[in-house]
C-alpha cells in the first residue's frame, strides 16, 4: 500500500464510525454517540498524520490533539480546548469507575453541541487532506 491508499483507508474505516454515531443517537445512547465520534474524528486525524508523515502507520493513541499537532496543523485554542474535553469519552468511557461521571454529564443537548463542534473540525482536518 503507497501512502494515498493508508489515508484512503482511515476515511474509509472513518466513515463507519460515522455512521455509528448517527444509529445510537437514534437510540439516546449520548455517551456512546460520543465515544463513537471521538473515533470518527481520530480516524480522519490519522489520516491527516499519515499524510504529514514520513511513516505511513500513526502512533497508536486515542490523543486527538496529539495526532493532529504531530500533523503539522495548528488549531485554534478553542479547538484545541475541545478536543481536550472531548478526549474524556474516548478513555474515560473505557472504565466503570469514569462512565457514571459521564452518564450524568452528557445529555441530548450536551451530544448536539458536541457533534456540531465535531462536524467543524472535521471540515477544517478534511480541508488539509490533499
Same mark, same amino acid.
Given at each position: 500500500?503507497?501512502k494515498k491508499d ?5 476515511l474509509? &474505516?472513518?466513515e463507519k464510525?460515522?455512521?455509528m454515531t448517527?444509529y !445510537?443517537m437514534k437510540? /439516546?445512547?449520548?455517551?456512546y =454517540? $460520543? ?6 474524528l481520530?480516524k480522519?486525524?490519522k ?6 508523515? &514520513?511513516?505511513?502507520v500513526p502512533?497508536k493513541?486515542?490523543?486527538? !490533539?496529539k495526532?493532529? /499537532?504531530e500533523?503539522?496543523? =495548528? $488549531?485554534p485554542?478553542?479547538?484545541q ?9 474516548q478513555?474515560e468511557?473505557?472504565y466503570?469507575e469514569?462512565?457514571d461521571?459521564l452518564?450524568?454529564i452528557t445529555?441530548k443537548?450536551?451530544?448536539?453541541e458536541?457533534l456540531?463542534?465535531?462536524d ?8 488539509k487532506?490533499l
Amino acid at each position: 500500500m503507497d501512502k494515498k491508499d493508508h489515508v484512503d483507508y482511515w476515511l474509509r &474505516i472513518a466513515e463507519k464510525d460515522k455512521d455509528m454515531t448517527l444509529y !445510537l443517537m437514534k437510540d /439516546n445512547r449520548y455517551v456512546y =454517540v $460520543l465515544f463513537f465520534a471521538h473515533l470518527y474524528l481520530e480516524k480522519i486525524a490519522k489520516a491527516l498524520w499519515v499524510q504529514n508523515n &514520513i511513516d505511513n502507520v500513526p502512533p497508536k493513541t486515542h490523543n486527538l !490533539l496529539k495526532l493532529i /499537532n504531530e500533523s503539522n496543523v =495548528v $488549531l485554534p485554542q478553542q479547538d484545541q480546548a475541545f478536543l481536550i474535553k472531548l478526549n474524556q469519552y474516548q478513555i474515560e468511557s473505557r472504565y466503570p469507575e469514569d462512565i457514571d461521571k459521564l452518564y450524568k454529564i452528557t445529555d441530548k443537548k450536551i451530544t448536539d453541541e458536541y457533534l456540531n463542534k465535531i462536524d467543524l473540525i472535521e471540515q477544517c482536518l478534511r480541508k488539509k487532506l490533499l
